[in-house]
C-alpha cells in the first residue's frame, strides 16, 4: 500500500484546540492586519482602494457574549474578504469607558468589602482605585476577541480614557463652546436618583407596569378635574393647561385660584396650549414646570414659576407632612388625603410606560439641573448656517451614508426630528472631566469662567480662586469622536488622510441613535465630512426557541465555552447562518456541533484531494465544467458578501462544500483515479483548483480551519512542475480572492 500523500495530520479528525491557537500566533508573527505591513511586504499595493472600520468598542472590564461575538464575526468576515480582495484594509481596535457601569462596579465592592462611599474616599482616591481595577482586566475582553480570529490591527488600539483619545475629547469640546454650540443652563434633564447622575434620553429603557391614574380636583372651588398617575408631583403644579379649541374650557383661561393641596399651598393659573391633547382624560393637563420636560416648556412659553418639590434621592422638598418622604409613598398619602376630602372622582389601573435607567434600573426623575447642553439647533456659521440637526439629516439624505437595512432610515429620520438638546454632563468622578473654571465670590457666586484646554493662565489665576467643574462628559460624547480620534484627530496625521472618512460601520440596531446619530453630528461639525459611507446593523441574538437571552432564563450560550468544545469557526458559522440584516437571530448548541462537523468534513475533504494530488498539463471539458460550476459560486459568493447578505454567502459556499464538492464531485473522481491516465491527472488538478477556491471563499467565516489547512498545501517551490497547482501566498489571510483569476483550471489553481 502507497503512503498517503497527504500531511500526516489529516490523518486524524480536525482538532481546534490544537491547531487555533498555532493560527493565532501566526497571523500575529505575520503582521498582516497591519495593513502598512501589507504595503511593505508587497502583498498590497501602495495605491490600493482602502477599506476602514473601526469596532465598536467593548467596555474596558466587559467579557464577551454572544451578542458581540455576532458583532465581531460580521466585521471580521467584511474585513478578511476586503484584504483577500487587494483592499488596503484597516480595522481598529479599541476599548470604551462605560463609565458609569465601570464607576459603579468599583463603587459597589468597595461598599462591600470596606463599608465606604465614594465620598469617603475622596475623587482622586476613588480615580486610582478605577484606574487599577480597568488595568487588572482590560486585557480579559481584549484576549476573547483575539481567540474569536478577529484580525484587528492591535497595533493601533485605542481606549476612550487614553491620552490621545483624552486630549481630542477636551479639543471638541472647546471648539464646540466656542462655536456657541455648548452651553450651561438650568434645564429639565433625566436625572437617575439611584446612580446619582444625569442620564441621557437614549439611556432610558421604558418598562410597561400597571399605573393608577387618578382624576381628582385641587379643590372644591377649582373647576376643571386633571387626571395624573403621579400625584406627589401635583403638589408643585402652577398652571392647568387647555387646548386653545376646547370649548369646554375657553372662558376659563386666564382666570387664577388658590387651593391649601394636600398641606401644602398652591396658586394655579388656567392657560391655553397648543401641547395639550384635548381628547386625552379630561383634556385637562395639571402643569408641573419642575418635574416634566413638557411642563417646563409649557412654563417657557406662559412665564410660570418652577417650583422643586422632590430631591436628587426621590424624595419630598415641600415644607408639611409630604416632607422627606420617598415619591411613591408620598403618592399613596395625597391620595388618602384626596379620599377623605372627596376630591377624588375617579382612579383606574392602566398599563404605562415607566422610564428606567439602563445602567442602574433606578425610576429616572425629570429634575431642573444646572447642566451643560449641547444646541441641537443652533445655525453654524462654518457650516454653511446648518444645525447639527440638519448635518445629521443631510448625511443620510444626500445618500452621502448609506444604513443598512434601508427601513432604518426613516427611524434615524424620526429620532433627529424629535432630538432635544443633548444633556453632556454626567455627576460622576470617572470620565473626562469638563474643561470649564469658576472663580466665586465670597458669596458662593460665579463670577468669572472659563474653557479651555489647559485652563486658567497664570495671569487668570492670580485674580483669584479657580475650581474645575467637577462634572465629567457622556460618554457618548467621547465616542461620537470615534472614527477620527482613532486616526490621530485633532492632528493632521496620514491615517486620518488615508482612511477617513471611514468605509463601513458595523453594529447593533439598538444604538442607532446612542452612537451612529452622534458619531455623523461628531465629525459633521469637527472635519465637515461624514464618519462613515455605510452603515450596516445587526440584530438580537436569541436562543433556540426565539427567546432573548438572559440570566432569568437561564439560557445564556457563552461563545468561548461552544469554543472550547465545538471549535471557534463553528461558533462563527452558526452565529452567521440566518442571519439576514437588521433581524433577529437564533442560536443553540445543537446548530453549532453542526457546523463542527462541517469544518471536520472540509479537513477530510482536505485528505482526499492532497492523497491524489499530482501534476497535469492540461484539463478536460468535463473538468472546465466543474472550474466553471466553482467560478460562478464565488461570484455569487462575493456578490452576497458586498450586498451584506453573509447569511446567504455562508449559506451558499456550505452547500457548494458540503453537498457538491464532497457529495458528487469527489465520489464521481474516485474511479477516474481508479483508471489513471490523463483524466486522473486532469481532475486531480481540478480538485485542488477547487478545493484552492472552497478554502478562500470559507476563510472569511472560517479563518482558522481553512488556514490550517492551507499551511499544509504544496508551497510554491515544492509545487514546480505540478501543472501550476499550487498557492500564491504563505498566508491565507492575503490570498488573492477567487474573482482576482484567469478562467482555465491550470492557472486557477495558481490564481485562486
Known amino acids: 500500500m502507497e503512503p498517503s500523500k497527504a500531511p500526516e495530520i489529516f490523518l486524524k479528525p480536525y482538532n481546534p484546540a490544537l491547531e487555533e491557537p498555532q493560527m493565532l500566533e501566526l497571523w500575529e508573527k505575520s503582521g498582516y492586519a497591519n495593513p502598512d505591513v501589507c504595503v511593505e511586504k508587497g502583498v498590497t499595493k501602495p495605491d490600493a482602494e482602502t477599506f476602514s472600520i473601526v469596532l465598536p468598542p467593548p467596555n474596558v472590564t466587559g467579557i464577551l457574549h454572544m451578542g458581540s461575538a455576532l458583532m465581531v464575526v460580521i466585521e471580521d468576515i467584511v474585513v478578511r474578504a ?14 470604551d469607558s462605560a463609565a458609569i457601569a465601570t464607576q459603579a462596579r468599583v463603587e459597589k465592592d468597595i461598599q462591600k468589602s470596606e463599608k465606604k462611599t465614594r465620598h469617603d474616599l475622596g475623587r482622586e482616591e476613588l480615580l486610582r482605585r478605577i484606574d487599577v481595577f480597568v488595568e487588572e482586566n482590560k486585557s480579559i475582553i481584549i484576549n476573547q476577541f483575539k481567540k ?21 475629547v477636551m479639543e471638541a469640546f472647546v471648539r464646540m463652546h466656542a462655536a456657541g454650540l455648548i452651553y450651561r443652563g438650568q434645564r429639565i434633564v433625566n436625572w437617575d436618583p439611584k446612580g446619582q447622575t444625569t442620564i441621557s434620553d437614549d439611556e432610558i429603557v421604558y418598562e410597561e407596569r400597571t399605573a393608577k391614574l387618578v382624576t381628582f380636583t385641587y379643590s372644591h372651588e377649582f373647576p376643571i378635574p386633571i387626571a395624573t398617575t403621579r400625584l406627589e408631583t401635583k403638589v408643585g403644579d402652577t398652571a392647568v393647561a387647555v387646548h386653545p379649541d376646547d370649548g369646554r374650557y375657553a372662558g376659563l383661561v ?11 399651598p398652591i396658586h394655579v393659573k388656567i392657560v391655553a396650549d397648543p401641547s395639550v391633547d384635548p381628547s386625552f382624560g379630561t383634556g385637562a393637563l395639571g402643569v408641573t414646570p419642575a418635574h416634566s420636560h413638557t411642563d417646563w416648556e409649557i412654563a417657557d412659553r406662559h412665564d410660570l414659576l418652577r417650583p422643586q418639590v422632590i430631591d436628587e434621592k426621590a424624595r419630598m422638598t415641600i415644607e408639611g407632612a409630604l416632607k422627606g418622604k420617598k415619591t411613591m409613598e408620598a403618592r399613596e398619602i395625597i391620595l388618602e388625603w384626596l379620599k377623605k376630602e372627596n376630591l377624588l372622582i375617579k382612579e383606574e389601573e392602566i398599563p404605562q410606560n415607566v422610564a428606567t435607567a439602563e445602567r442602574t434600573g433606578g425610576i429616572v426623575e425629570p429634575l431642573p439641573k444646572l447642566q451643560w447642553f449641547l444646541d441641537v439647533n443652533k445655525p453654524i456659521a462654518k457650516r454653511s448656517g446648518k444645525t447639527l440637526k440638519e448635518l445629521m439629516r443631510d448625511a443620510v439624505e444626500s445618500g452621502e451614508t448609506e444604513i443598512f437595512p434601508k427601513h432604518f432610515e426613516k427611524v434615524y429620520f424620526n429620532w433627529i426630528d424629535n432630538l432635544r438638546d443633548w444633556c453632556i454632563s454626567r455627576q460622576i468622578w470617572f470620565g473626562h472631566r469638563i474643561p470649564a473654571w469658576f472663580r466665586k465670590d465670597e458669596r458662593g457666586n460665579i463670577v468669572d469662567t472659563i474653557v479651555g484646554v489647559e485652563g486658567p493662565s497664570s495671569a487668570k489665576a492670580s485674580e483669584g480662586t479657580w475650581e474645575q467643574d467637577s462634572d465629567t462628559l457622556d460618554t457618548w460624547f467621547s465616542s461620537g469622536l470615534w472614527t477620527f480620534s482613532t486616526l490621530g484627530w485633532p492632528e493632521e496625521t496620514d491615517d486620518l488622510k488615508t482612511y477617513h472618512p471611514t468605509s463601513l460601520l458595523e453594529t447593533g440596531y439598538d444604538i442607532l441613535f446612542f452612537w451612529v446619530a452622534r458619531m455623523i453630528l461628531m465629525s459633521q461639525f469637527h472635519l465637515g465630512e461624514i464618519p462613515f459611507r455605510k452603515v450596516l446593523l445587526h440584530g438580537i441574538v436569541r436562543d433556540g426557541q426565539g427567546r432573548k437571552i438572559s440570566k432569568s432564563l437561564g439560557n445564556n450560550i457563552d461563545p468561548l465555552d461552544m469554543s472550547a468544545k465545538y471549535g471557534m469557526d463553528a461558533v462563527r458559522m452558526s452565529l452567521i447562518a440566518g442571519m439576514a440584516p437588521g433581524t433577529d437571530s437564533k442560536i443553540s448548541e445543537e446548530k ?29 471539458s468535463d473538468d472546465q465544467k466543474l472550474v466553471d460550476e466553482a467560478k460562478d459560486v464565488a461570484t ?13 454567502a455562508a449559506d451558499q459556499v456550505y452547500h ?26 486532469s481532475r486531480a488538478h481540478t480538485l485542488y483548483a477547487i478545493l484552492n477556491t472552497s478554502l478562500k471563499l470559507l476563510h472569511p467565516f472560517m ?36 474573482l482576482l483569476r484567469s478562467s482555465s483550471a491550470k492557472d486557477f489553481g495558481r490564481a485562486q
Open 254 to 264: 386666564g382666570k387664577e385660584y388658590d387651593a391649601v393641596f394636600c398641606g401644602v
Open 82 to 95: 476586503a484584504r483577500m480582495q487587494g483592499k488596503r484594509t484597516l480595522w481598529i481596535p479599541g476599548t
Open 592 to 620: 453549532i456541533r453542526g457546523y463542527k462537523h462541517f469544518a471536520n468534513k472540509l479537513w477530510n475533504i482536505t485528505r482526499f484531494v492532497l492523497e491524489n494530488y499530482g501534476s497535469a498539463t492540461s484539463i478536460n
Open 656 to 681: 457548494f462544500v458540503w453537498d457538491r464538492f464532497a457529495a458528487e464531485i469527489l465520489e464521481e473522481s474516485k474511479p477516474i483515479f481508479r483508471g489513471g491516465g490523463e483524466a486522473a491527472a
Open 148 to 168: 474569536m480570529g478577529a484580525s484587528l490591527d492591535w497595533s493601533r488600539c485605542a481606549y476612550t480614557m487614553d491620552e490621545k483619545r483624552y486630549a481630542a
Open 703 to 738: 479563518p482558522f480551519v481553512t488556514e490550517a489547512i492551507w499551511q499544509q498545501l504544496p508551497q510554491p517551490s515544492s509545487a514546480q512542475g505540478s501543472g501550476g497547482a499550487r498557492k500564491e501566498s504563505d498566508f491565507l489571510m492575503v490570498a488573492k480572492w477567487p
Open 636 to 648: 455569487e459568493v462575493s456578490a452576497n458578501i458586498d450586498n451584506f447578505r453573509l447569511d446567504l
